[in-house]
């Protein structure tokens, strides 16, 4: 018997089926159970309390009945965690098994797409993510579009295509997980929607809409894939969310300028490419246009948007180079490396910082406050340093006066036993040991 209560559970075939210890922590609709003597599956057992408890077993019951062509790939990967059967139990359905996926060296889609999580993971995650190149980040997104093709051959919609939904191997192929939440119509009609998404990865069409009541087409899943493409492939850079906005006043939402066609460096874009991101340009001219149908003429137009078998083919075409400096890898034929770009601007600006930075003995740096650049006193109050004296030659005006003056008295003191000398016929003036003019000269050029 599990944690639940659940016992003498059976699949549709009436195959006897034994939990064995949950994988991880309850979910908000369920718990993930070990299938004891069936290493290759695991089982979701929801939780008795849901509201919508009877519309998820139905759910569940009419995928199971219409699994995608390649759900799992003829090699054995996973590419969807789909339903394959019902689970029940004295009470009748309670959940569901599905394809066990190998998750001790997988990591979320967010992981790649960051170049921070990427390049330095936490002690307990998979490190073989800091070995990624460019080429890697290209697979991964080749490898996205075909799981999101495979959901497409039924009628099915991803709906809340964020990337903690989306799992990446250490080959770089992908598995889209939670399968359940997808919205799925049966074969009679009737749909199951799915009431839920990040606003980032939101369509523009479904802006404003209620999602637990308002359906979506496969067009608002393209929407989603080219923002992860495009974060894939731009240093993690989200297309509405980062650049430098043009017009008076603060950056709008990514969902407000989704719906507008701004995005960073798109064409008539209000929105702007970051200094510190790459650009549109350095990607295949093929790329480009992409993601301007996905993100310029798709937000008038959804149908606009390339399809995930489109993304796949193109970035399957991409050939890799290095960079000049050989430390980057960049697309054949691109005429520069953003990446060394990006480097030198990064440099650029921590040198500006230095130059800006108030120093001390040890190194550290008050806070300085947003209105003002001058030191900060106890309680956040600024102060006007004192003004330096003039200084010449690396000397104060007083001190430089002084030495100006001595050089004088000497000068003219000089010039006066010189004039003794001459007439008073002391001719052998300036000997006495000294060498000739000659031999001094040489001195020198021998010492050069």
Request: glycine fraction near 8%.
């Amino acid at each position: 018997m599990t944690a639940d209560g659940t016992a003498g559970m059976w699949l549709e075939s009436g195959e006897p089926v034994v939990l064995g210890p949950p994988l991880g922590g309850a979910t908000g609709e369920g718990t993930v159970y070990e299938v004891a003597g069936r290493p290759q599956w695991v089982a979701k057992v929801f939780h008795r309390s849901l509201t919508d408890l009877q519309s998820k077993l139905d759910k569940v019951a009419a995928m199971v009945q219409s699994p995608p062509r390649g759900a799992v790939q003829p090699d054995g990967l996973i590419v969807l965690t789909w339903p394959e059967s019902v689970l029940a139990g004295e009470s009748g359905p309670l959940g569901y098994v599905m394809p066990r996926i190998g998750t001790a060296s997988s990591v979320e889609l967010h992981t790649m797409s960051n170049p921070s999580n990427r390049m330095d993971p936490m002690p307990t995650d998979p490190q073989w993510t800091r070995n990624a190149t460019w080429g890697h980040l290209v697979n991964v997104a080749a490898n996205l579009c075909l799981a999101v093709e495979v959901v497409h051959r039924v009628d099915a919609v991803i709906g809340d295509f964020q990337e903690r939904n989306i799992l990446v191997s250490d080959t770089t192929r992908v598995t889209l997980v939670d399968c359940d939440s997808m919205q799925f119509t049966d074969r009679t009609g009737r749909r199951f929607l799915c009431g839920v998404g990040r606003p980032e990865f939101t369509a523009p069409e479904l802006a404003g809409v209620n999602l637990r009541t308002h359906a979506r087409e496969k067009e608002s899943d393209l929407f989603a894939l080219a923002v992860h493409i495009h974060q894939l492939l731009m240093a993690g850079n989200h297309p509405f969310l980062r650049g430098e906005w043009t017009l008076p006043g603060d950056q709008p939402d990514a969902l407000t300028l989704a719906k507008s066609g701004d995005w960073a460096g798109g064409p008539n874009s209000r929105l702007r490419t970051h200094p510190m991101a790459p650009p549109l340009s350095f990607l295949p001219t093929d790329i480009q246009q992409y993601f301007t149908r996905a993100f310029t003429a798709g937000a008038r137009d959804p149908s606009a948007r390339p399809t995930a078998a489109q993304w796949r083919v193109a970035l399957s075409r991409i050939g890799l180079t290095t960079c000049s400096r050989d430390v980057h890898q960049v697309p054949v034929g691109c005429a520069f490396c953003p990446w060394c770009v990006i480097d030198v601007e990064r440099a650029s600006r921590k040198q500006r910082q230095d130059w800006l930075r108030p120093g001390d003995s040890t190194g550290s740096q008050s806070a300085l406050s947003s209105s003002s650049t001058g030191p900060m006193l106890a309680g956040g109050r600024t102060t006007t340093p004192k003004k330096e004296p003039d200084r010449v030659f690396g000397m104060s005006t007083r001190v430089y006066l002084t030495v100006l003056l001595s050089v004088v008295l000497i000068v003219v003191a000089l010039a006066a036993f010189i004039i003794w000398a001459l007439l008073s016929g002391a001719t052998t003036f300036g000997a006495g040991g000294s060498a000739p003019p000659e031999a001094i000269l040489t001195d020198v050029l021998v010492r050069e």
